[in-house]
């Protein structure tokens, strides 16, 4: 199980890595890694989301919203207000987070990993 989830991690970090079409900063692309709470199974994808990034050669910052929905959003906003090259995020509330991640998906490349959100702009779900 484990393995699986460091995969999947992987997978985000090197299918955002492959999108990107936009430089970043001194040390590489920064890209953020977005889940949908905090647990055990989070922490596991984050060592394979870190683990992609030193692999890649890029930067990733993991966010686990601890206080739900409220927290996640204010969460995508300091990322885009950063100025990302990408996100990956599992949305809290799909429906009613559209207009988020829309906004989202015009700054910066977006994915969606774990819960879906296909009624948005996102480039991919994995």
Known sequence: MQF???A???TLVSLLVA???RGGEEGGPQFAYVTNGVADFWTNA????????EEYGVRVTVLMPAGGIT???????????KGVDG??????DPVNQVDLINK????????THDSDAPGTKRRAYI
């Open 46 to 53: 984050e060592a394979g989301a870190m683990a992609g990034a």
């Open 71 to 81: 927290d996640q959003k204010n969460q995508i906003e300091d990322l885009l207000a």
């Open 87 to 92: 996100i990956a995020i599992s949305p809290i």
């Open 8 to 10: 999947s991690a992987l």
């Open 104 to 111: 989202a998906c015009t700054q910066t490349i977006v994915i």
């Open 19 to 21: 999108a990107c079409s």
């Open 4 to 6: 699986r989830l460091i």
